[in-house]
């Protein structure tokens, strides 16, 4: 199985602030995908992100707010930006192993804007 | 769209005991995948089990294995002998079979509690 790298693991940050979320891939990924875990609810798809290609978002996330760069096959990055209270979360970096159908995840971020 | 439907937010269970995790699903698909996830306070997403819609078979990983009710679109999981470290949230999955790549659709969550 892939070995997903992410940090930081956790911050606290300043409200209307930015924040940069690292994922790194031990092996090459065709996809990777971002979630958000709001607390106490389930995991939400913000975004998949290609290779070279802008990323696809989910309805109710935009790329204004979750910029996301995936510049190659094994690392991506997801920022929140212009921080609320609203975004303090949990976010996860998933890989899925090509064709496999089967999908691993980061250790998560968690998030708190004050 | 697929729907994941777990009805259980609370689980508790005794040290070595059984104990089962219920999830029914809503999907037009025929070809799909179904996963069992565990999310200690660690935050990391572990996924326990895998079953294939075309596989009849139940899917088994140690202590771990699901009833797979295919027709009545159920998938729950069992756990044996439960242990302390089995204390964390259970989210089942749902994901899409296709070309290219598929994304999980997930539950709410299961809270499951094992005590001594």
């Known amino acids: 199985s892939a070995v997903i790298s992410q940090k930081p693991s956790r911050d606290i940050c300043q409200r209307g602030t930015s924040l940069t979320i690292q994922c790194q891939v031990d092996?090459?990924?065709?996809?990777m995908f971002w979630y958000r875990q709001q607390p106490g609810q389930s995991l939400t798809l913000i975004a998949t992100?290609?290779?070279?290609?802008?990323?696809?978002?989910e309805s109710g996330f935009v790329i204004d707010k979750f910029p996301i760069s995936r510049p190659n096959l094994t690392f991506s990055t997801l920022t929140v930006s212009n921080m609320s209270p609203e975004d303090s979360s949990i976010y996860l970096c998933?890989?899925?192993?090509?064709?496999?159908?089967?999908?691993?995840f980061g250790q998560g971020t968690r998030l708190t804007v004050v | 769209a697929q729907t994941v439907t777990q009805s259980q937010p609370e689980m508790s269970v005794q040290e070595a005991e059984t104990v089962t995790l219920s999830c029914t699903y809503d999907?037009?698909?025929?070809?799909?995948?179904l996963f069992w996830y565990k999310q200690p306070p660690s935050r990391q997403m572990i996924l326990v089990i895998r079953?294939?819609?075309?596989?009849?078979q139940n899917a088994t990983e140690n202590r771990f294995s699901v009833n797979f009710q295919k027709a009545a679109k159920s998938f729950s999981l069992k756990i044996s002998d439960s242990q302390l470290g089995d204390t964390a949230m259970y989210f089942c999955?749902?994901?899409?079979?296709?070309?290219?790549?598929?994304?999980?659709?997930f539950g709410k969550g299961t809270m499951l509690l094992v005590s001594p």
């Open positions: 998933s890989v899925e192993e090509t064709g496999a159908f089967r999908a691993f």
């Open positions: 092996s090459q990924v065709t996809m």
């Open positions: 992100a290609n290779q070279g290609s802008e990323a696809t978002y």
């Open positions: 999907t037009s698909e025929n070809n799909y995948y």
């Open positions: 079953q294939e819609a075309y596989k009849q």
């Open positions: 999955a749902f994901m899409k079979q296709g070309s290219g790549y598929s994304t999980l659709t």
